[in-house]
């Protein structure tokens, strides 16, 4: 049983909305080790309405899991980094598009602007990649981001091989495991598969 009592989290989610179901599952993991969570959206996770669900019903579903308000503002996920008010930062599940700009060292959004004021602590940021081109137009993103000081991955598969021969998502139901061994600074193995 992993335990991260008193482990501040934050639990940013971006786009992929076909993996919020899982990634719900995920934190709820991660709720039950005693982390203390901060819900984190990006403009399009707090505004999307989709044949997978309502934004309204994202947000509800981390206030849940949370008991925190998602923040979803640039102004609301500046402080995070000068006031050190992140243990870890994990993105789940982080989208092509979030994947490029932490790349590119873009930070529009509250979950990229929230990665690069808490990156600048040297804490650790855990991604949970889920995109149809993270092995076409974005490995080299995602390739940049491997070999990146403080970022750490949870293990991904291709989802379909032969139907999306680029696509990767995250074995989300790591996320615990991974988070706690990024605390320590080590990348959790195998990494793929
Ligand atoms: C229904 C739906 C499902 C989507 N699924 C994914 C996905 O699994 N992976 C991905 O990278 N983008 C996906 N997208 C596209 C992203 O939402 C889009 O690129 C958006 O700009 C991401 O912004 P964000 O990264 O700031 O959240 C999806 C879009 C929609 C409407």
């Not at 009592?5 to 599952?25: D, H, I, L, P, Q």
């Not at 932490?102 to 804490?123: C, E, F, Q, W």
């Not at 061994?181 to 195998?190: H, K, S, T, V």
Request: net charge positive.
């Amino acid at each position: 049983m992993i335990d991260l009592t008193g482990t501040r989290v934050g639990c940013a989610m971006t786009g992929s909305f076909c993996t919020f179901k899982a990634v719900f599952e995920a934190w709820e993991a991660l709720a039950a080790t005693g982390a203390e969570l901060t819900p984190i959206l990006s403009f399009n996770a707090a505004t999307t309405d989709t044949r997978f669900g309502l934004a309204e019903q994202t947000r509800e579903r981390l206030r849940e899991i949370t008991g925190r308000e998602p923040l979803r503002t640039l102004a609301q996920v500046e402080p995070i980094g000068p006031k050190k008010l992140l243990d870890a930062l994990v993105v789940a599940p982080c989208t092509g598009n979030t994947l490029a700009k932490l790349a590119a060292g873009i930070a529009d959004t509250p979950v990229t602007l929230a990665a690069k004021s808490h990156l600048r602590n040297g804490r650790p940021v855990v991604i949970a990649v889920s995109s149809n081109d993270a092995l076409g137009q974005n490995a080299q993103n995602l390739g940049r981001l491997l070999s990146t000081r403080n970022m750490f991955f949870v293990p991904f598969r291709q989802d379909d091989p032969l139907g999306k021969p680029n696509s990767l998502v995250a074995r989300f139901e790591k996320l615990p495991e991974t988070l706690a061994m990024a605390l320590e600074g080590r990348q959790i193995q195998p990494l793929m598969g």
